[in-house]
């Protein structure tokens, strides 16, 4: 078993930053952040693998945000910037042991770790 823990989440005005984070248990082979609006589905943010090499994005935060992970505190970062309305949402820490091609690389249903999620609220 894999736990996630999220935290750094919180309200920002538009164009402000925050840095989230995802303190993991365990070995895993690739994590990522995922996001849920109110009424919407969740949705693939960013994503990378735990052993090194590239990174993933969602086009609409391609260029504000950046993924990274602290190999030694085995903990996963999401580095936001120039934040809008439409990043409001609860975001959630995802991971496997299962490599996942990348092309799968924002399916949910190929993570089988999930943390229980930090709430962002963006106000304009």
């Known amino acids: 078993q894999v736990q996630l823990q999220e935290s750094g989440g919180g309200s920002v005005q538009s164009g402000g930053s925050l840095k989230l984070s995802c303190a993991a248990s365990g070995d895993t082979r690739c994590m990522a952040w995922f996001r849920q609006a109110p009424g919407k589905e969740r949705e693939g943010v960013a994503a990378l693998y735990t052993g090194g090499g590239s990174t993933y994005y969602a086009d609409s935060v391609k260029g504000r945000f950046t993924i990274s992970r602290d190999n030694a505190l085995n903990t996963l970062y999401l580095q936001m910037n120039s934040l809008n309305a439409d990043d409001t949402a609860m975001y959630y820490c995802?991971?496997?042991?299962?490599?996942?091609?990348?092309?799968?690389?924002?399916?949910?249903?190929?993570?089988?770790?999930w943390g229980e999620g930090t709430q962002v609220t963006v106000s304009s």
């Open positions: 995802a991971a496997t042991r299962n490599i996942i091609p990348p092309h799968w690389i924002f399916q949910e249903r190929r993570f089988d770790y």
